[in-house]
């Protein structure tokens, strides 16, 4: 909520109005809105003993730990794409092969079936394409948004075992692991194509 806010006080150009707008915008940031979180969080934990809250703390870890080390590295790795050049060499060769739009699908959906979640392959894949788009004809305004959709389309497929959503729709819904790789991960699949499709055939009306 805090973070919406101050991303809305930005957009509306309102967050150096009077005091109160820059109390909001600045409470807004990322960062800081977080570290409120984590504050408030520990306050709920107060009464608990040492022993659960270091169980609390070492879950807590455990499930976001490897997103973090995952979205850094990419982000690490993207820099040095847009550092050394290749990112331009590389998106020439893509543009070549006529690929496009595919290269974001492609890097996302590659990234989603290898580590399962969405939004971390979003963001790495985001590292990856940056360097490209001028290479990929993709950076205009709008080949950036296509770009973003592509990828989201990208993250969408394959749903499986390492997905946390997978066991969600699979226990929720009563049914066996076997069953949802049959039925929800081939789900996911064609979702995420059909998606690409829609948006290369607005290409053709937007670049």
């Not at 690929?99 to 939004?119: C, N, R, Y």
Request: charged fraction near 10%; glycine fraction near 10%.
């Amino acid at each position: 909520m805090l973070i919406a806010t101050g991303s809305l006080l930005t957009i509306l150009n309102i967050s150096n109005v009077n005091f109160a707008l820059k109390g909001l915008a600045f409470i807004g940031q990322p960062i800081v809105a977080l570290m409120i979180g984590v504050l408030l969080s520990l306050l709920l934990l107060k009464n608990r003993a040492i022993k659960n809250i270091n169980a609390v703390l070492e879950s807590a870890i455990e499930k976001a730990g490897p997103i973090l080390i995952v979205t850094g590295a990419g982000g690490m790795y993207g820099l040095v794409i847009k550092e050394t050049g290749i990112g331009a060499y590389a998106g020439e060769f893509l543009l070549q092969t006529g690929l496009g739009l595919a290269v974001p699908f492609l890097i996302a959906s590659i990234l989603k079936t290898a580590q399962g979640s969405s939004t971390v392959a979003i963001i790495t894949a985001a590292s990856f394409v940056v360097p490209m788009l001028p290479a990929l004809g993709l950076d205009s305004e709008s080949g950036k948004l296509l770009a973003m959709i592509s990828m989201g389309a990208g993250s969408m497929m394959v749903s499986h075992a390492n997905d946390s959503y997978f066991w969600v729709v699979s226990q929720f819904s009563g049914i066996s692991s076997n069953t949802a790789l049959k039925v929800y991960s081939s789900a996911t699949v064609v979702m995420g194509i059909v998606t690409f499709l829609c948006v290369w055939l607005t290409s053709f009306f937007m670049l």
